[in-house]
């Protein structure tokens, strides 16, 4: 009988608790190893928090885009929002780097890397320890892999690999991390819900703070830095567009400073016309000495337009910053978004010129390779000096204007109703431009009734 009470008592005592529910406040202290730990390790810091606060990060006309920087002498992690011309610091947490301190050089030096790099891709805790096993533990609630090495990184021939933003295991015994990024896993998971792949990570031993007075005059060297290398390559200044350049350049292709250069100033000479437009333009800075400007760039020759995304790595060579990589990514150029505006105004102002009748004005949107039919520019502007002769009021409306673009030439249909004197005529009017938006030419036109 004895017995038979004993497992009695015990199975009851295991149907009252065993899934009895474990209090939120216990599970909060299952992290507070972690937590406690790696706020001990991060010295007292002037909090961030709020606009204009850290100058590493600054944009012109910037889309709206977090980004990461990250102080290892402060062991802090700032989460920053970019928009328009302005930055604001709106998470702020302490964070543990690696054991050895110093900017990584080679594999296994345990050094955090510094300088602009991107997220690749993201991992849950579950799904490291799914392909890694329980090892994986350690990095907690998951990682963001960055691009370490990246391109400047391959160019001065470091090495290594494997450099996270990740979180920890709860009972946490380490002050410090193998070269990564390393945060509690209540910090990782606010990391986790305001970045992404290809969110920006800016890493610096010291980052810049400055307050929002001072901040836009302070951004402004390397907004001076970036314009006088556009404005060189727009105008053709091969000498002044090679001194920009880095002696160290080179390019995942494998371009260098010779290469790229030579290229560059050959089509200079083929191509003297150009028109350069960036957009989205995001400037990270590691410190004075480097830099990365990340725009979307539209560039158009006689021969060419295009719409990417550039990245123009800058560092410090004889006192001056210079250009020492460049990646691009290509868009689509229909999604350039000034566009539409260009083409439709060139349409309009080609419009008022054939309503007032002006003859020079006109004829001044058309190339002199103009055709359209069996008349050439010679017959077009004859034709037309006899009919603006006549004096009669010219009314053109034109409407639902579209274009689109290929192998040098933007064709654009608008529908247009012409009135002057008995005639009036709608239909769908067809012009192929050559050119840039800067230079627009007409060099053919059609129409046909509707």
Not at 123 to 139: F, M, W
Not at 262 to 275: H, N, Q, V
Not at 283 to 297: E, M
């Amino acid at each position: 009988m004895k017995l038979l009470y004993s497992i009695l008592l015990v199975f009851l005592y295991s149907f009252s608790f065993a899934y009895e529910p474990v209090p939120e406040d216990a599970k909060e202290k299952e992290e507070d190893v972690s937590k406690h730990l790696i706020a001990n390790q991060a010295p007292e810091a002037k909090s961030r928090l709020g606009k204009n606060t850290i100058i590493n990060l600054s944009g012109i006309g910037a889309e709206d885009t977090n980004v990461v920087l990250v102080d290892k002498n402060l062991k802090r992690l700032y989460i920053a929002k970019l928009y328009g011309d302005n930055m604001e610091v709106i998470q702020e947490f302490p964070i543990l780097t690696g054991r050895v301190d110093g900017n990584k050089l080679k594999r296994g030096d345990e050094k955090t890397p510094e300088g602009v790099y991107y997220v690749l891709s993201y991992s849950s805790g579950e799904e490291l320890v799914k392909k890694h096993g329980s090892y994986a533990l350690i990095y907690g609630a998951g990682s963001f892999p960055l691009n370490y090495p990246n391109i400047i990184d391959r160019i001065y021939k470091k090495t290594g690999g494997g450099i996270w933003l990740h979180g920890v295991k709860p009972d946490l015994d380490k002050t410090y991390t193998q070269g990564c990024v390393a945060m509690n896993n209540t910090n990782f998971s606010t990391l986790h819900s305001n970045i992404k792949v290809k969110t920006p990570v800016i890493i610096a031993e010291n980052l810049m703070y400055e307050d929002n007075n001072n901040y836009h005059n302070t951004r402004s060297a390397i907004n001076k830095v970036f314009a006088s290398f556009i404005k060189s390559w727009e105008t053709n200044d091969k000498k002044g567009f090679t001194d920009m350049v880095h002696t160290d350049f080179k390019t995942f292709a494998g371009a260098t400073k010779r290469s790229y250069t030579s290229t560059k100033t050959t089509l200079m000479d083929i191509y003297p016309k150009k028109y350069i437009r960036n957009t989205n333009i995001k400037y990270f800075i590691k410190d004075r000495q480097y830099a990365v400007v990340d725009t979307d760039q539209f560039y158009c020759a006689a021969n060419l337009s295009t719409f990417s995304n550039k990245k123009y790595y800058f560092l410090e060579e004889n006192g001056s910053m210079k250009l020492i990589s460049e990646e691009i990514s290509h868009k689509s150029i229909h999604n350039t978004p000034f566009l539409d505006k260009e083409i439709e105004g060139f349409v309009n102002n080609w419009v008022q010129a054939w309503q007032a009748q002006d003859i020079n004005k006109y004829m001044d949107f058309y190339d002199t390779s103009f055709r359209s039919g069996r008349e050439n520019y010679n017959l077009w502007k004859t034709k037309k000096e006899f009919l603006f002769s006549k004096k009669l009021p010219v009314t053109v409306n034109v409407s639902d204007i579209k274009w689109r673009y290929s192998k040098g030439v933007y064709t654009v249909e608008f529908v247009q109703e012409y009135t002057s004197g008995d005639t009036k005529d709608k239909g769908i009017k067809k012009l192929e431009l050559s050119g840039c938006p800067s230079f627009f030419k007409i060099k053919s036109e059609k129409w046909r009734e509707i």
